[in-house]
T-cell receptor, first 111, second 112 residues
Framework: SQQGEEDPQALSIQEGENATMNCSYKTSINNLQWYRQNSGRGLVHLILIRSNEREKHSGRLRVTLDTSKKSSSLLITASRAADTASYFC???????????FGKGTRLLVKP | SQTIHQWPATLVQPVGSPLSLECTVEGTSNPNLYWYRQAAGRGLQLLFYSVGIGQISSEVPQNLSASRPQDRQFILSSKKLLLSDSGFYLCACTTSGRGEQYFGPGTRLTVT
């Protein structure tokens, strides 16, 4: 079953603006990860945040995690046309080794 | 760093034909390996994962099967393809349990 659910499904912004996308999940997690996928390609790992962390930064990316609300957000600052892609959250649940991916947010950054 | 190879890149197969997709990993040993399927414009559905040679966990009942004959080789198979098997198949690995996943370039399968 799908656990991670991203919101919005699609987002269109101008270059230079910030993009925020959200992810909600249903059960307890070990960690939550964000990935990027360019059209027709494999996924690329962006950032991992553990269940005991609340915020993490990597370059222009900022991820927050609220385990009480079972939600996470990904902020991309000063977006570029090259950031155009689909973004997915994935959760590592419980004690197992499986991951659950959401349906993704399609981000379009217009030059 | 690890590199994941998948082949073929694209495949068009008739309904009822067999399937074999191969994934190999370079640059690491004892990885956890994963097969995902992605329908057009959708998220990833986990099909199988393996934590070692010969160890396969199935997440979704279907007419697909997976095997891991070697540490860094993961094969996805079917005896008879269905139209609903069309999709983009992605192989992935982790090198640290539930840590970040590395993905291959994918195989686009069209069942006609």
């Amino acid at each position: 079953s799908q656990q991670g659910e991203e919101d919005p499904q699609a987002l269109s912004i101008q270059e230079g603006e910030n993009a925020t996308m959200n992810c909600s999940y249903k059960t307890s997690i070990n960690n939550l990860q964000w990935y990027r996928q360019n059209s027709g390609r494999g996924l690329v790992h962006l950032i991992l945040i553990r269940s005991n962390e609340r915020e993490k930064h990597s370059g222009r990316l900022r991820v927050t995690l609220d385990t009480s609300k079972k939600s996470s957000s990904l902020l991309i600052t000063a977006s570029r046309a090259a950031d155009t892609a689909s973004y997915f959250c994935a959760t590592a649940e419980g004690q197992g080794f499986s991951f659950i991916f959401g349906k993704g947010t399609r981000l379009l950054v217009k030059p | 760093s690890q590199t994941i190879h998948q082949w073929p890149a694209t495949l068009v197969q008739p309904v009822g034909s067999p399937l074999s997709l191969e994934c190999t990993v370079e640059g690491t040993s004892n990885p956890n390996l994963y097969w995902y399927r992605q329908a057009a414009g959708r998220g990833l559905q986990l099909l199988f994962y393996s934590v070692g040679i010969g160890q396969i966990s199935s997440e979704v009942p279907q007419n697909l099967s997976a095997s891991r004959p070697q540490d860094r080789q993961f094969i996805l198979s079917s005896k008879k393809l269905l139209l609903s098997d069309s999709g983009f198949y992605l192989c992935a690995c982790t090198t640290s349990g539930r840590g970040e996943q590395y993905f291959g370039p994918g195989t686009r399968l069209t069942v006609t």
